[in-house]
């Protein structure tokens, strides 16, 4: 069966530099997402994107993040200097349509020292 | 806007015994209402979701759930609970003007033998 893969599983960084976390979407996929869960919070939406395009994106998601799609397969998230409140597990989710069910990847866990 | 209360961070039933988990919402508009479930070490799994259909909605796993417009509810229950049932459910809104998911901040569920 078809499914989200992230890399890596968990990373660890030094405040103030970027990290890039990776997902492979479903591939007849065309929406791709980004949430995160603070360690004992609500998982939380970040972004979606359709179309190479943000088409929403939540208050969390300053101008500190960006996403891409570099290629036909994966979908990147990018912190461009990381703080300490930027720990959290990140989930790349992705749907065939905007409507439709969202199917998550097992999340990495970004560690912010 | 919209949000998402999950009832008891925790709960522990015996095998054999009934799971209730409940999730009560607050949403502007019609929603759709999700049911997720992470496993250890393991990415968000659909077990079900309400989407203007039938008001009880069968999900994997022997789960199922009852949508109550007037109680704002969507609880999850199983009959008879396993062993295997053990993880993390989480309950999520979304509505028709967007995609993204709003989460409640989930419910650990603990299966005693």
């Known amino acids: 069966e078809p499914e989200v893969t992230q890399t890596p599983s968990h990373q660890v960084t030094q405040m103030g530099q970027e990290v890039i976390l990776r997902c492979v979407p479903i591939?007849?996929?065309?929406?791709f997402y980004w949430y995160r869960q603070i360690l004992g919070q609500k998982v939380e939406f970040l972004v979606s994107?359709?179309?190479?395009?943000?088409?929403?994106k939540s208050e969390i998601f300053d101008d500190q993040f960006s996403v891409e799609r570099p290629d036909g397969s994966n979908f990147t998230l990018k912190i461009r200097s990381t703080k300490l409140e930027d720990s959290a597990m990140y989930f790349c989710?992705?749907?065939?349509?905007?409507?439709?069910?969202?199917?998550f990847g097992p999340g990495t866990r970004l560690t912010v020292l | 806007a919209q949000s998402v209360t999950q009832l008891g961070s925790h709960v522990s039933v015996s095998e054999g015994a009934l799971v209730l988990l409940r999730c009560n919402y607050s949403?502007?508009?019609?929603?759709?209402l999700f049911w997720y479930v992470q496993y250890p070490n393991q990415g968000l799994q659909l077990l079900l979701k309400y989407t203007s259909a039938a008001t009880l909605v069968k999900g994997i796993n022997g789960f199922e759930a009852e949508f109550k417009k007037s109680e704002t509810s969507f609880h999850l229950t199983k009959p008879s609970a396993h062993m295997s049932d053990a993880a993390e459910y989480f309950c999520a809104v979304r509505n028709n003007a967007g995609n993204m998911l709003t989460f409640g901040g989930g419910t650990r569920l603990m299966v005693k033998p």
């Open positions: 989710a992705s749907s065939v349509g905007g409507a439709d069910t969202q199917y």
């Open positions: 591939s007849n996929h065309l929406y």
């Open positions: 994107f359709y179309n190479n395009e943000i088409s929403e």
């Open positions: 949403s502007s508009v019609p929603p759709y």
